[in-house]
Nanobody
Framework: HVQLVESGGGSVQAGGSLRLSCAIS????????LAWFRQPPGKEREGVAA??????????YYDDSVKGRFTISQDNSKNTLFLQMNVLRPEDTAMYYC?????????????WGQGTQVTVS
């Protein structure tokens, strides 16, 4: 089954940038989306960005709260998923999760990483 390991979280001042990475292994079917979700303190998990990795690819979705600031991408080997986060705001503070094999920003993804903490002050 798919395994996902996030890295790159940390503490940053408002206006700063971070780049999250997600190492992907054991993925057997690329005809789904890969995505980033986040769970702010005391709130439910929410979708941030998702990209379709199947034939024809290119379909990318962002939550309105991050459009123009965050960019989801994948390396050429398709073994790593990235989330470039710019112009960070305190409200971006959350645990960020990488997810595999779901659809758009719907929560029903079959694989999840352990999460990486992002704190914006």
């Amino acid at each position: 089954h798919v395994q996902l390991v996030e890295s790159g979280g940390g503490s940053v001042q408002a206006g700063g940038s971070l780049r999250l990475s997600c190492a992907i292994s054991g993925r057997s079917n690329e005809n789904y989306f890969l995505a980033w979700f986040r769970q702010p303190p005391g709130k439910e998990r929410e979708g941030v960005a998702a990209m379709y990795t199947g034939f024809g690819g290119g379909n990318i979705y962002y939550d309105d709260s991050v459009k123009g600031r965050f960019t989801i991408s994948q390396d050429n080997s398709k073994n790593t998923l990235f989330l470039q986060m710019n112009v960070l705001r305190p409200e971006d503070t959350a645990m960020y999760y990488c997810a595999a094999d779901g659809w758009w920003l719907l929560p029903e993804y079959s694989g999840w990483g352990q999460g990486t903490q992002v704190t914006v002050s």
